[in-house]
Structures are given as structure tokens and as C-alpha cells.
């Protein structure tokens, strides 16, 4: 059998062209902001991570821009060899502080963050137990490590002790969860999930890529919006979405960050974040740090949307929790659905992005809405007004 024949049989993109309403691959044609121009025209966007609204901010840009200049456009290496910067460790150092840990490991990207700290920790005798809706790259953590992954039903308590029970005591145990979950917009049970972990004596991670400049003191994540920070014992995060670079870290004890540093084969084998990336997001992190101002804003649009999409009758998922963050799910529910409701939004101007199986079960896909601290409520309301009458014409 040749190898390639599985991709001479996925058909699956050709019939949806066939369609009209593939919907990836839109090009834009300017930058990462409340409105952009794609593909020619104007579209409201709702479907950036760039929560804070920083990759427009003159401050960010200006410090990638000297970086550039300074260092050149890559540092041809990774960290554990000639790939570590000055800069590299301002950032770990700074990011520890700011997140109350004591130490900070960068990685390239954050996905690569989720493979290198999972595969390192939990080895050939251990235990991994994740939550069923986390993120695509813990999945892949847990399969490159050499334990036993146990999944429970999402933030389903009953059901994470039910694994937690199946562990050996002879065990190590690293439970892993979203703190924003990165589709439904809802926060974990952390409070719940801590107090097993202690009964069981297990460890807890926390993907907070969606949490970090969201919710908690500060914008300072899941963990501190639990007050939890001490009871958390990693953190892992991007510089992709609220600090509007590219890369991730792991926040950890100086114990937990030095051998993962000299473990992680992701991390050891894997070039350094350009001094440009590593610049704009330690000036995205002074800008979190310093304007407090922008997380409050985000939660205030975020009520706000919420509450629109409620008047006028679209049905949206909740955060499930006394927070309100800037993901807002709409309920699609079929793939085809979902994809004509997607192009009719696109076509009246306001990108959403479109999600189906497998990141949702068939009958629960949806459209994923994402705001940012920048845009208007002229703006907002504008877009859920085309939003609200589109679904209404189902």
C-alpha cells in the first residue's frame, strides 16, 4: 500500500469548495487589529487572540523594530546552546515576577511549550489526567511523554476523581487543565480541581494561554483570579495572544524549571524566540504591567458583548464562572450550518472563525467570537447586529 493514498482519498476540503464555503486560508491584507482588510474588503474582526489589542501598540512595535536592528533576525540556535540572549533572561525573570513564581522557561511557541513541559515531567511510570476539551497541544504533551494519559468529562469533578482513584500510590500524577478553555470562553473549576489534587496527592498544571491579560489581578491568569497562585504548581502560557508576539513559558519552582530545561527535548532542540518576538512581548508585558487599565476594559466589552448577543436573541455559551471572558461561543450545531453561516457572516463583513469536529462533538459545532480591549461598542454593536440577523435566518 502507498503510503500517500490516505491523502489521494481525503476529498474532504474538495467537497466543501465545491460548496463555496471553505472557509481558512482568508488572507489579510493589513495588520492584526478591531478591523482589518481581507481579501479586498473590510470585516469587523472577531476572531483575533490578540486580547489586549497590543500588536498595534506603537510602544510594542517600536521594540521589535530596535531589536531587529540590534540583534539581527534570529539567533540560528536554541537556548540550551548559542541561542540565549540577554533579553531571553530579562524575559523569564521579568514574567516570573509578574506571575509570582519563582522561575520562568520560554519556549518558541505554545504549543511547543505544552509538548516540551508535559513530555518532560511525566515519565515512563506516571500519571497524566486532562480534562476532555483541553487544548490539542496538551493531547500531544501527553503522548509524547512516556505516561498513562486519563481523560475525565469537562470540569466534570465526579469524573476527574474517578481517574484520580485509578492511579497507583506508588504514582506520580500531574493533573493538566485549561484555565480559559480555548474554545467555549468557560473557566475551569480550579478551586475544585486543587483541593483533589491535595487529596490525592497529585500535581496541577494550568494552561492559562487564554487566561494570561484576561482574567485574574492584573490580567495575572486563572490561578490568581482563584487566588490560587500558590496551590498551582506550573503554569503554561503563549506570547501569541495577550502579549502579541509569538512563543510560550512555563511558570514553575526553580526546581521544576531547571529540569526541564535540562530534559525537555522540545525545548533543547528547538531554536530560541527571534530577538524581535522576545522584544515586542517583554514590551507587551510592560504594557500588562503597567495598564491595568486594559484588563478592565476587556472584562467591561466582554459583559458587554454578552449581554448584547442575549437581547437580541442569539444564544451564546456562558463563562461559567463570576468572570467574563472574551471568548464567546454561538451555537451552530451541524458542520454544514456552520460553514454557511460562517461565509454569510465573512461576506457581510465580520470574521469569526468556524469550529468543528474534532475540537467539538458533530452536533455541537460552533462559531468561536473573540474580543479585544480596542474595539468600540459602536463597533461591537455593528457586528452583532450583522451576527444576530444572519443566525435569525435560520
Known amino acids: 500500500m502507498d503510503i500517500f493514498e490516505k491523502a489521494e482519498r481525503f476529498t474532504l476540503v474538495k467537497d466543501i469548495q465545491a460548496k463555496g464555503i471553505y472557509p481558512y486560508f482568508h488572507a489579510l491584507q493589513t495588520r492584526q487589529d478591531v478591523e482589518v482588510v481581507m481579501e479586498g474588503k473590510r470585516r469587523i474582526m472577531l476572531g483575533s487572540n490578540n486580547y489586549l489589542g497590543l500588536t498595534t501598540c506603537d510602544a510594542v512595535i517600536e521594540a521589535g523594530i530596535k531589536a531587529f536592528e540590534k540583534y539581527g533576525s534570529g539567533c540560528s540556535g536554541s537556548r540550551f546552546l548559542n541561542g540565549t540572549l540577554e533579553m531571553h533572561l530579562q524575559l523569564e525573570d521579568e514574567l516570573a515576577k509578574f506571575l509570582n513564581k519563582e522561575a520562568v522557561v520560554t519556549f518558541s511557541t505554545g504549543f511547543q511549550s505544552n509538548l516540551g513541559i508535559i513530555s518532560a515531567i511525566v515519565g515512563r511510570n506516571d500519571y497524566v489526567i486532562c480534562d476532555k476539551e483541553n487544548h490539542a497541544s496538551i493531547y500531544d504533551g501527553c503522548r509524547l511523554s512516556w505516561g498513562t494519559m486519563l481523560r475525565y468529562d469537562h470540569s466534570d469533578m465526579e469524573s476527574l476523581e474517578k481517574c484520580l482513584k485509578k492511579v497507583p500510590e506508588t504514582a506520580g500524577c500531574l493533573i493538566v487543565t485549561d484555565g480559559v478553555f480555548s474554545m467555549g470562553g468557560d473557566v475551569a473549576k480550579l478551586p475544585e480541581i486543587v483541593a483533589l489534587a491535595k487529596k490525592y496527592g497529585a500535581r496541577v498544571m494550568v494552561d492559562d494561554a487564554h487566561g494570561l491579560g484576561v482574567i485574574g489581578e492584573g490580567g495575572r491568569g486563572t490561578a490568581s483570579h482563584f487566588g490560587l497562585e500558590d496551590e498551582v504548581d506550573i503554569y503554561m502560557g503563549t506570547f501569541s495572544k495577550s502579549l502579541a508576539s509569538l512563543g510560550g513559558y512555563m511558570a514553575s519552582s526553580k526546581v521544576v524549571a531547571e529540569y526541564v530545561r535540562h530534559i525537555s527535548r522540545p525545548f533543547i532542540f528547538s531554536a530560541s ?122
Open 273 to 394: 524566540i527571534t530577538p524581535a518576538s522576545c522584544a515586542t512581548a517583554l514590551e507587551a508585558l510592560n504594557q500588562l504591567r503597567t495598564r491595568p487599565e486594559l484588563v478592565i476594559r476587556l472584562s467591561e466589552l466582554s459583559h458587554y458583548v454578552r449581554e448584547g448577543f442575549t437581547a437580541r436573541g442569539v444564544r451564546i455559551r456562558e463563562s461559567g464562572a463570576p468572570v467574563d471572558t472574551p471568548i464567546v461561543p454561538i451555537y451552530t450545531y451541524d458542520q454544514e450550518n456552520t460553514l454557511i453561516t460562517a461565509k454569510k457572516l465573512y461576506e457581510g463583513g465580520v470574521y469569526v472563525n468556524p469550529v468543528l469536529p474534532p475540537a467539538t462533538p458533530p452536533t455541537d459545532c460552533l462559531l468561536r467570537t473573540s474580543y479585544m480591549a480596542t474595539h468600540t461598542e459602536a463597533l461591537l454593536d455593528e457586528a452583532m447586529d450583522i451576527i444576530a440577523s444572519v443566525v435569525a435566518e435560520k
